[in-house]
């Protein structure tokens, strides 16, 4: 019988962050060179921050470094929120970016928190 190991593109949070983020950069990139380098910037490396933590989490060895990762994520995600709402004010996303991306980062909190909770509970050390 073989054991099934958890992967990182088996984890949610990871694999809604990874998109959103790819998703952003995409946006971004059809933004004028003024807004593309200081609102777009900002925004494309904190949204890739989310998922970055998570994989960099994913692979430590103990338990509190993953969590310790994990959490980075929590506060790459408020950046990424702040520079949406940034976004959103200055007139920069279309109406269709605005509800897919709110949409996806409204995900993310419970996603994170399950992925602390689980590594918690099936981690021994």
Known sequence: MSKNYLTLDKIDAYVISYKLSNY???V???WDNFSRWTIGKQLATASDSISANIAEG???YHKKEKIHFYRYSFGSL???KDWIRKAITRGLLT???RIYI???LEKLPKELHH???YTNEKLKH
């Open 24 to 26: 952003i950069w995409n």
């Open 28 to 30: 971004v990139l059809k």
């Open 58 to 60: 994913f692979g430590r």
């Open 78 to 80: 408020e950046e990424t």
């Open 95 to 97: 109406e269709n970016d």
């Open 102 to 104: 709110v949409n996806e």
């Open 115 to 117: 992925l602390i909770n």
